[in-house]
């Protein structure tokens, strides 16, 4: 018995960073994202006699292995041996979401492969559990992840704001540096709440940024969006740059294409920048206008990638 899952990466629009609840990976933050389209991760679980995961054709790392295996341990304890087999058409690690795919694509393959007939709220909820971005790829197109209050986390997971009809627009993503990060999200994201003198104002601001989002996008007024889009990644990543030892994920490649943004906005074209745990720049913009972002990046990036929006998670039949 074996299922297979398809999901794509999304990006925060206003982001998630902070913990509220380590064990349940519960967030401090809600947040606001955008699936996109190009980049997948297509996940395969199959009972068998043995656990087992592969990442192409070859064996994954013991580290990769235990946090899947793990991760199905809490969702279905006392479950039976699998053989997962993941692979991603984009590189990991490297602050491309790659562990948003992954852990959604894993939790709907594993959920089919043991049978369990849940809702997809309760699927962004146990997605959560092993990576909590991966709760917002089960929509397509706007998601809002609510931070929840209930101490189980049930009420914390993703929602769908709208489809990826509603509106037109590219999210072009800038190759700035690969290889993985030097520092993890969940490591970064608590060494900031420990010892960042602004993680506090992070916090008390990030739900009325939220909240301006969601009309932004429901209005389809870029502008108003990517304001507050800059606005929450530079107040993510103050909180890194003022923790201690500091966090920063930028490279010089990253600093020129914010430059190369605020050059475009200066000349007419409405394009507006965010960046998570690494150095890629993902700049927001009407399709019509991604070639023109396309050429004001290029130069100072290894690849650059024009994305649209995209669907949710969802099973192979
Ligand atoms: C986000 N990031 O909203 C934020 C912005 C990175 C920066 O969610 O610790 O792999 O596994 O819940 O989801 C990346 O972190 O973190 C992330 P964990 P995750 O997209």
């Given amino acids: 018995m074996s299922r297979q899952a398809i999901a794509h990466p999304n990006i925060a629009l206003v982001k998630y960073w902070g913990k509220r609840d380590l064990e349940l990976n519960l967030p401090a933050v809600s947040s606001l994202s955008l699936t996109l389209d190009g980049f997948r991760t297509v996940t395969t679980v199959e009972r068998s006699s043995g656990d087992a995961v592969f990442v192409g054709p070859a064996r994954a790392s013991d580290r990769f292995a ?144 939220v909240a301006e989002g969601r009309e932004a996008v429901l209005a389809r007024d870029l502008d108003r969006l990517g304001a507050v889009m800059e606005s929450s990644t530079l107040k993510m990543h103050a909180t890194m740059h003022t923790a201690r030892p500091p966090i920063l994920y930028w490279q010089a490649g990253t600093v020129a294409c914010l430059h190369a943004v605020a050059g475009l906005r200066e000349s007419g074209t409405s394009a507006w920048a965010t960046m998570d745990a690494g150095p890629q720049v993902k700049v927001l913009c009407a399709a019509s206008d991604a070639e023109t972002v396309r050429d004001a990046l290029a130069p100072h990036a290894a690849a650059v990638h024009v994305l649209r929006p995209g669907s949710g998670a969802r099973l192979v039949p």
């Fill in 66 to 209: 235990s946090r899947a295996l793990r991760f199905l341990d809490t969702l279905v304890p006392g479950r039976p041996p699998v053989v997962v087999k993941t692979e991603s058409n984009f590189p990991a690690g490297a602050g491309l979401a790659s562990s948003a795919s992954g852990f959604a694509a894993l939790t709907l393959a594993a959920a089919a492969t043991f049978d369990q007939d849940l809702s997809l709220q309760r699927l962004s909820a146990w997605s959560r559990r092993g990576s909590g971005s991966a709760c917002r790829s089960f929509w397509g197109g706007f998601v809002v992840w609510d931070r929840g209050t209930r101490a189980d986390g049930s009420d914390s997971h993703g929602h769908p704001l709208a489809p990826r009809e509603h509106w037109d627009v590219a999210m072009v993503v800038a190759i700035v540096a690969t290889g993985p990060k030097a520092v993890g999200s969940t490591e970064g994201m608590e060494r900031s709440r420990q010892t960042s003198a602004y993680y506090e104002q992070w916090v008390a601001t990030a739900e009325a940024d």
